[in-house]
């Protein structure tokens, strides 16, 4: 592994000069066209094979409707012009919310998610084109150990003890785990949220099992006893029922996508896709049975990530420049994480075949990230580019690659970490740098915040 280093890069060839000293497995492009391909979900079709990844904003209603802050975030990533848009995690339960501002949708509050569909696909047609369709799904999601749904103390909802997650968020040994019976009523629940979903006018839903959420952990709880744990088929048993009962809820048309964690990045016998000696080492065997089977079940979409955002290490998920406070500096430089989150998905992508990846990790690549996609797309790696930070940070970017304006360096997110911090800081966030009128004042409020209540202040 090399040593960590900031993005510093002002020619494609000197990036390409450095990605091959560190003898990486990343690749260029320059004939960008590819970008620009239209790409089957399912009975659908993209017009582009750019890709939003969800980008969850924390700032919802209290009753977990779309805010004019989300409302917003999509009208810009409609605008944006990518061909699919994977809107940000949103809860199936109330006790599941990650924070109190998590999305969540219900019977209620169908109407405020059309509006706000409507909106993001009126803002694509203004600057696409009256015929511009992008694909729009909505992620899923029961946030496990690390729900918070009220106040400013988590609730945690937990699939097995992990001895090296659980001091992290305040779980005492005796806690009990979550019941076999409590889970075996999510399947409904997920499939009560899809249908709201379809109403709502999205073309599909997410199953999210990945980040160390609740069906995350599941996938690696080889110490629960029971039927939702210990061998391959029981820790998979839940996300399989949610499956199915979303399947036929919603029909045969609903795209059913899936999010997963292909690598945890975690100890054996807590971490999912990893060598059971050395972590670090990704073992293939259950990604690849798990893929096989997602398949199998009729899911449409995939998108594989990695690692816990909320561990040390958070760079097997998104590399960065700049940690959030208190991560320490990776072991490794950013284009060796960004390779191995690119091999995931052209490994995913080989074992999902006609099932479209969604690949991830590109926004440290910055203007360069064109380039990077177009590669991955041509030798089959994946079928969509898809961006995070980068969508929040310049949520124009896929239009401009796609009229050959290409990517502005001023406009590209520089990997901070701050709309983490804002995060982790119980804040609304969204990119503190580039749009930064609105969200500079909220990582303020957020930062004061979270050092009062350090200090064990009172936060009004
Ligand atoms: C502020 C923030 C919010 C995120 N919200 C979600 C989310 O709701 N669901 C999800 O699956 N991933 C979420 N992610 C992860 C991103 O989708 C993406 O996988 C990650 O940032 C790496 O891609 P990038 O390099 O393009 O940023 C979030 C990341 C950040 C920084
Ligand atoms: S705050 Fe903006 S520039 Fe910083 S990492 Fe987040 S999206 Fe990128």
Redesign the pocket.
Same mark, same amino acid.
């Given at each position: 592994m090399a040593k960590h280093e900031k993005f510093n890069f002002t020619e494609l060839s000197q990036l390409r000069s450095r990605a091959e000293e560190l003898g990486t497995d990343l690749h260029f492009s320059e004939d960008i066209s590819i970008l620009s391909k239209p790409v089957k979900v399912g009975k659908l079709t993209t017009p582009n094979a750019f890709a939003v990844?969800?980008?969850?904003?924390?700032d919802s209603n209290e009753d977990g409707s779309p805010s004019e802050l989300v409302r917003r975030r999509y009208r810009r990533f409609g605008a944006g012009g990518s061909g699919l848009i994977?809107w940000?995690?949103c809860a199936v339960v109330p006790e599941g919310r990650a924070n109190p501002r998590q999305m969540m949708i219900t019977k209620e509050n169908v109407k405020e998610f059309a509006e706000a569909l409507k909106e993001s696909r009126d803002a694509a047609k203004e600057v696409m084109g009256k015929d511009f369709e992008a694909v729009h799904i909505l992620?899923l999601?029961h946030s496990g150990r690390y729900s918070r749904p009220s106040g400013t103390k988590g609730k945690p909802i937990i699939a097995q003890h992990d001895p090296y997650l659980d001091p992290r968020v305040g779980i005492q040994q005796d806690m009990p785990v979550v019941s076999d019976e409590y889970l075996d009523t999510l399947p409904q629940l997920y499939a009560e949220a899809a249908v709201c979903a379809k109403n709502a006018g999205f073309d599909g839903v997410?199953i999210?099992a990945?980040?160390r959420y609740l069906m995350s952990e599941l996938l690696a709880a080889f110490t629960r006893s029971g039927k939702y744990g210990g061998n391959f088929e029981n820790r998979t048993r839940l996300l399989r029922d949610c499956i199915r009962a979303v399947r036929k809820a919603a029909g045969e048309d609903f795209i059913i996508a899936c999010?997963f964690n292909v690598f945890d990045a975690h100890p054996y016998p807590y971490g999912f896709g990893c060598d059971k000696n050395d972590f670090w080492k990704f073992d293939s065997t259950e990604p690849r049975a798990l893929v096989e089977m997602l398949c199998r079940e009729g899911v449409s979409l995939l @998108?594989n990530?990695a690692g816990n955002?909320y561990y040390i290490y958070p760079q097997v998920?998104?590399?960065?420049d700049t940690s959030s406070m208190g991560i320490p500096v990776p072991d490794e430089h950013p284009l060796e994480s960004?390779s191995r989150?690119f091999a995931f998905t052209r490994l995913i992508q080989k074992t999902a075949g006609e099932v479209p990846v969604v690949g991830?990790?590109?926004?440290?690549l910055r203007q360069y990230i064109p380039y990077a996609g177009a590669a991955n797309l041509a030798d089959g790696s994946c079928r969509f580019v898809?961006?995070?930070?980068?969508?929040?940070a310049y949520p124009d970017a896929p239009r401009d690659v796609l009229s050959g304006r290409g990517m502005d360096p001023k406009k590209c997110?520089i990997?901070c @970490?701050k709309?983490?911090q804002?995060?982790r800081d119980q804040g609304r966030?969204?990119c503190v740098v580039r749009d930064s009128d609105i969200y500079l004042p909220l990582y303020r409020t957020a930062r004061s915040e979270a050092e009062a209540r350090e200090k064990g202040e009172t936060v009004k």
């Open positions: 990844l969800p980008m969850e904003g924390c994977w940000e995690a992620q999601t997410d999210k990945c980040h999010r @998108s990530s955002p998920t998104r590399p960065f960004i989150a991830n990790a590109y926004t440290w898809g961006l995070g930070r980068s969508s929040i997110c990997t @970490s709309c983490t804002i995060m966030t969204g």
